[in-house]
C-alpha cells in the first residue's frame, strides 16, 4: 500500500504540526493514520487534541486499514496552479473504519471516467519532499479485487 | 413567537453601488467610498449621521482582489465618528455583516450603520485566468488551517469543492446538467436588461454546453464572473428611519445557523450544505412562509448553490430542486418565484454576496427600471454564501 510516485507533480504542502505529523508522515511506513479517543474509541479529523464524544484529552495516532470508499468526486479540468495532469480527479473518500471520517484526496491509478461514487479504494502513499523531511500524501486507487468486499 | 426576534428593529434604508465592470483598474478604496456614499445619499442620510461600521470580509486571506477596503480603511478615509464597528469572514457568509448590523441597531448600539462589500477581483486577476488559492504563494508556501486538507490534493477552487456537492446531489437525485443550466440561463436573461451586468450577450441552452468543463458538473458558466465594484447600504433602527428619502424595507427574519460541521468535506449530507440550516433557521424567527416570498435572490457564486437555496429555504422537497427549475419557467421575472432578477453573480459580476440584497431593495422598492418584475413583490428573500458559511434574510416593504 505505499509506493512512491516516480515524479511526483508540483504540491501545496501542508504545514506540519505536532498534532497533524502523525497523519502526514504516516505513508513513510504503509499507514493511513487518525487520532482515536483511547478512552471512547472515538476516531478524530482533521485532528484535534480533544475528543468530541468524551472530552478526553487522552486521544493517539492510530493506523485504519487505507480501505475507502468513494463519496463523491469531480473530474477537475482547470489548470489552478501547477499540479497534476489534466483531467485529474478530486475525490472525497468515507474510510471503511468510520464512513464519518472523510477526506479530500486524489482518485490516481484509473482513468477518471472509470470513477464513480461507491466506488472502492485503497490508500497509495505520494512522497514529496519537505524541507529536509519529507511528507506523504494519502492519495486514492481502485482497490484490488481479491481485496473487495 | 415568545419574544421579537431583534432584527425586526433594523430595516434598511440606503442601497448604493459603485461603477461595476469587469476590469475598472481603478483603486479600490474609491470604489468603495463611491458605493458608501452612494447608499448614504440614497437614505437621505450625511456621512456625519453615520454611527456603525460593518463589513465583509476586512483583512482577509483569498482570491487575489477579495477585499477592496477594510473597515479601518473607510472608517479613517471618512472620518466617520462610530459607537460601534465590526469586520471579519468568520460570520454567516457575507451578509454576516449586514445582520449584525440589524442586531447592532436592534440592541441600540447605533442608529445608522453603514455596510459594504468591495471586490477588485477582476483587475486583480487580470487576464491570466482564474488562479487557485495559494496560487501566488510561491514555493514557500505551506497551506495551515482548513486549506491543508484540500490544497495538497489540488483542490484550489471552491469550485471544485461544491462541484463534489453538485455530483453527489446528481447521483442521489438524478439531477441534470440541462436542469442545473436554467440558473445561468436566467440569470443570463436578466442581466440583458440590466445595465450594469457583466455579461448581457443572449445564451442559449446550445452556448451553455458548448462551454468548456472546469470542474464537472460545472462548466463555464456555472462558475461566475470576476469583477470590480463595490455594494453598500444604510441600515438603520426602525425608529430613526421614519423621515428619510425612501420608505425602509422591513427585515423580517434572519437565518444564521449552521449545525452541521463547518467544513466542505465533513459537512454530514454531501447532497446539501450549510445552507440547510441557514435556510431553515430563517423560518423559526417569522411568521411568514415560503409561499409568501414573491422574490428570491439567491447566491450564484457557482450554479449548485442557488439550487441549495431553494431547497434549503422550503421552496421545494430537498431533492427536488433539479424538477424546480426545470424548462426555467417557473424562476423567470413573470413566474411564480422571480430568481436572481439582476443577473447573479454568473453575469452581472462576482459582488460576492451583497448584489442579491441590492437587488432584493431595488425589487421591493419598484425601482428595477426594465428588469422590474411584472408584479409588484411584498416579500423577498435575500441569500449569500454556501458551502461552508452563509446566511439568509428575509425583507418586506411596507
Same mark, same amino acid.
Request: aromatic share 8%; proline share 7%; net charge negative.
Given at each position: 500500500?505505499?509506493? #512512491? ?7 501545496i504542502l501542508p504545514r506540519?504540526t505536532?498534532l497533524n505529523?502523525?497523519f502526514w ?7 493511513? =493514520?487518525f /487520532? =482515536?479517543? =483511547? #478512552?471512547?474509541?472515538?476516531? /478524530?479529523h482533521p485532528p484535534v ?36 495532469? /489534466?483531467?485529474?480527479?478530486v475525490?472525497i473518500v ?7 471520517i472523510r477526506l479530500t484526496t ?20 505520494? =512522497?514529496?519532499? #519537505? ?6 500524501l494519502p /492519495? ?10 | 413567537? $415568545? ?35 452612494? $447608499? ?55 451578509? *454576516?455583516?449586514? %445582520? ?7 440592541? @441600540? ?24 488559492i495559494?496560487?501566488? *504563494? *510561491?514555493?514557500?508556501?505551506?497551506a495551515s488551517g482548513p486549506l491543508a486538507w484540500s490544497l495538497p490534493f489540488a483542490a484550489p477552487?471552491?469550485?471544485i469543492w ?99 460541521r463547518p467544513s466542505w468535506d465533513q459537512?454530514?449530507?454531501? !447532497?446539501?450544505?450549510? !445552507? ?51 424548462? @426555467?419557467?417557473? %424562476?423567470?421575472?413573470? *413566474? ?23 437587488? $432584493?431593495?431595488?425589487?421591493?422598492? @419598484? ?21 461552508n !458559511? ?9
Amino acid at each position: 500500500m505505499s509506493g #512512491d510516485v516516480a515524479s511526483p507533480p508540483f504540491r501545496i504542502l501542508p504545514r506540519i504540526t505536532d498534532l497533524n505529523r502523525p497523519f502526514w508522515t504516516g505513508g513513510e511506513h504503509g499507514e493511513l =493514520r487518525f /487520532l =482515536r479517543c =483511547r #478512552d471512547c474509541g472515538t476516531r /478524530l479529523h482533521p485532528p484535534v487534541p480533544v475528543c468530541h464524544v468524551d472530552h478526553s484529552r487522552n486521544v493517539h495516532p492510530e493506523a485504519v486499514s487505507g480501505r475507502a470508499t468513494v463519496a463523491t468526486f469531480t473530474i477537475n479540468h482547470q489548470m489552478w496552479m501547477p499540479g497534476p495532469e /489534466l483531467p485529474y480527479v478530486v475525490a472525497i473518500v468515507e474510510i471503511e473504519e468510520d464512513p464519518t471520517i472523510r477526506l479530500t484526496t486524489n482518485i490516481v491509478g484509473c482513468e477518471p471516467g472509470d470513477v464513480y461514487i461507491g466506488m472502492p479504494v485503497e490508500v497509495v502513499f505520494e =512522497r514529496q519532499p #519537505d524541507g529536509d523531511g519529507a511528507v506523504w500524501l494519502p /492519495l486514492f486507487r481502485p482497490r484490488r479485487e481479491a481485496e473487495v468486499g | 413567537m $415568545a419574544t421579537e426576534p431583534l432584527e425586526k428593529h433594523a430595516c434598511i434604508t440606503g442601497v448604493g453601488q459603485s461603477q461595476i465592470g469587469r476590469r475598472l483598474h481603478r483603486d479600490p478604496l474609491e470604489l468603495t467610498i463611491e458605493g458608501c456614499l452612494a $447608499a448614504i445619499e440614497d437614505a437621505g442620510l450625511a456621512v456625519s449621521d453615520i454611527d456603525g461600521l460593518s463589513t465583509y470580509p476586512g483583512f482577509a486571506i483569498g482570491n487575489p482582489g477579495f477585499s477592496g477596503a477594510s473597515a479601518v480603511e473607510v472608517h479613517d478615509a471618512m472620518r466617520l465618528e462610530l459607537d460601534w464597528f465590526d469586520s471579519g469572514i468568520e460570520t454567516s457568509g457575507q451578509l *454576516g455583516a449586514v %445582520i449584525k448590523a440589524c442586531l447592532a441597531v436592534g440592541a @441600540g448600539l447605533a442608529k445608522h450603520v453603514l455596510c459594504f462589500r468591495s471586490v477588485f477581483e477582476g483587475s486583480a486577476q487580470g487576464g491570466g485566468g482564474r488562479q487557485g488559492i495559494g496560487a501566488d *504563494g *510561491g514555493a514557500g508556501f505551506r497551506a495551515s488551517g482548513p486549506l491543508a486538507w484540500s490544497l495538497p490534493f489540488a483542490a484550489p477552487s471552491a469550485a471544485i469543492w461544491i462541484a463534489m456537492f453538485a455530483q453527489k446531489h446528481f447521483h442521489e437525485y438524478g439531477t441534470t446538467r440541462e436542469q442545473l443550466a436554467q440558473i445561468a440561463l436566467n440569470g443570463r436573461k436578466n442581466a440583458g436588461l440590466n445595465p450594469n451586468a457583466i455579461y448581457r450577450d443572449p445564451m442559449s441552452m446550445d452556448d451553455y454546453f458548448a462551454a468548456r468543463m472546469i470542474a464537472e458538473p460545472f462548466c463555464l458558466f456555472d462558475c461566475d464572473v470576476p469583477c470590480d465594484g463595490a455594494t453598500a447600504f444604510v441600515v438603520s433602527h426602525v425608529d430613526h428611519a421614519k423621515d428619510l428619502r425612501k420608505p425602509p424595507i422591513r427585515v423580517e427574519a434572519v437565518g444564521t445557523a449552521l449545525r452541521g460541521r463547518p467544513s466542505w468535506d465533513q459537512f454530514d449530507d454531501l !447532497t446539501t450544505m450549510a !445552507t440547510r440550516d441557514a435556510g431553515a433557521h430563517l423560518w423559526t424567527r417569522t411568521d411568514l412562509r415560503p409561499s409568501d416570498v414573491d422574490i428570491l435572490e439567491a447566491y450564484d457564486g457557482f450554479s449548485f448553490l442557488t439550487l441549495s437555496w431553494i431547497e434549503a429555504l422550503g421552496f421545494c422537497k430537498p431533492g427536488e430542486g433539479g424538477a424546480f427549475i426545470e424548462g @426555467g419557467d417557473r %424562476i423567470a421575472r413573470d *413566474g411564480e418565484l422571480p430568481l436572481n432578477t439582476h443577473g447573479g453573480q454568473l453575469s452581472a459580476g462576482r459582488l460576492h454576496g451583497f448584489g442579491f440584497l441590492h437587488e $432584493a431593495c431595488v425589487q421591493l422598492r @419598484g425601482e428595477g427600471g426594465e428588469r422590474q418584475v411584472p408584479k409588484p413583490p411584498r416579500v423577498a428573500v435575500a441569500a449569500a454564501g454556501g458551502g461552508n !458559511t452563509c446566511g439568509c434574510m428575509l425583507l418586506s416593504r411596507p
